[in-house]
C-alpha cells in the first residue's frame, strides 16, 4: 500500500512568490492533515479536511495560505504571496474515518525556503 | 491549554544501553498519546499510542511507553538501544478540545546512539 506522498520534496523560492505544495493521502482515508514544522520547533496543526470539506482551519497562520482538496482527494497548500517567516518543512498525514482515534500517517514533508 | 513538552534537545545512549525519552502533557480529560519518529529525509512514523487499558504500550521496533496519569508523562523507553534507532522522536497529544483527531506535538528529541 502507498503511503502518504507529498510534491515537491524541497522549493526555494524569493519573498513574495507563489508555492503550492501537493498531498497525496493513502487511498481511502478520509482524514487528511496540513501541518508545519518552523526552525526546529514543535510541529504545529495548520487544518483539518474531511473528504473535500473544511473541517477545522484554525491553525492557518493567515489569508496568505489557501488550502483545497477537490473531490476529497489529493490536497494542495498555496502561499501567496510567500513571505520569509513561512520558511519550514510542510507535513501532510491522512487517517481513516473519524469515530475512533486512528493514528495518522504523515508523508515525507516539504521543505520550504523563502528568501 | 493543552501542551506537550519533551524537556530534552537531545538525548545520547550508547549502543545496548537502555534508553527513555521523556514527555509530558497538559490536558483536559484523558489522555490519548502517541509518539513518532522522524529518520533523516523521511516523514513522521509511528511509533505507537496510549488510548487506554495497559499502562505499558508496545509498539514498533521494540519501543515501548509507559502512561503515568498522576506525573502527567509518556516517556518512550527501548531496553538496549541501535545505533540506527538514531532519529528524531515526537511526543504527541490529541486534541480534544479541538476535536476530532488534530494532533499537539513536543519540539522533538533528537537521540544518538554511539557504537
Known amino acids: 500500500e502507498a503511503g502518504v506522498t507529498q510534491f515537491p520534496s524541497h522549493s526555494v523560492i524569493e519573498k513574495g512568490q507563489t508555492v503550492t505544495l501537493r498531498c497525496d493521502p493513502i487511498?481511502?482515508?478520509?482524514?487528511l492533515y496540513w501541518y508545519r514544522r518552523v526552525m526546529g520547533k514543535e510541529i504545529k496543526f495548520l487544518l483539518h479536511f474531511v473528504k473535500e470539506s473544511k473541517q477545522d482551519e484554525s491553525g492557518m497562520p493567515n489569508n496568505r495560505f489557501l488550502a483545497e482538496r477537490t473531490g476529497g482527494t489529493y490536497s494542495t497548500l498555496k502561499v501567496q504571496p510567500a513571505e520569509l517567516e513561512d520558511s519550514g518543512v510542510y507535513f501532510c498525514?491522512?487517517?481513516?474515518?473519524?469515530?475512533?482515534?486512528?493514528?495518522?500517517?504523515f508523508g515525507p514533508g516539504t521543505r520550504l525556503t523563502v528568501l | 491549554a493543552q501542551s506537550v513538552a519533551q524537556p530534552e534537545d537531545q538525548v545520547n545512549v550508547a549502543e545496548g544501553n537502555p534508553l527513555t525519552v521523556k514527555c509530558t502533557y497538559s490536558?483536559?480529560?484523558?489522555?490519548?498519546l502517541f509518539w513518532y519518529v522522524q529518520y533523516p529525509n523521511r516523514g513522521l512514523q509511528f511509533l505507537l499510542k496510549?488510548?487506554?487499558?495497559?499502562?505499558l504500550v508496545k509498539g514498533s521496533y521494540g519501543f515501548e511507553a509507559e502512561f503515568n496519569k498522576s506525573q502527567t508523562s509518556f516517556h518512550l523507553k527501548k531496553p538496549s538501544a541501535l545505533v540506527s534507532d538514531s532519529a528524531l522522536y515526537f511526543c504527541?497529544?490529541?486534541?480534544?478540545?479541538?476535536?476530532?483527531?488534530?494532533?499537539?506535538f513536543g519540539a522533538g528529541t533528537r537521540l544518538a546512539v554511539h557504537p
Open positions: 504527541a497529544v490529541r486534541d480534544i478540545l479541538g476535536g476530532y483527531n488534530k494532533l499537539i
Open positions: 490536558v483536559s480529560g484523558n489522555p490519548y
Open positions: 487511498s481511502g482515508h478520509d482524514n
Open positions: 498525514a491522512s487517517s481513516q474515518n473519524s469515530g475512533s482515534v486512528h493514528e495518522q500517517f
Open positions: 496510549y488510548i487506554t487499558g495497559d499502562n
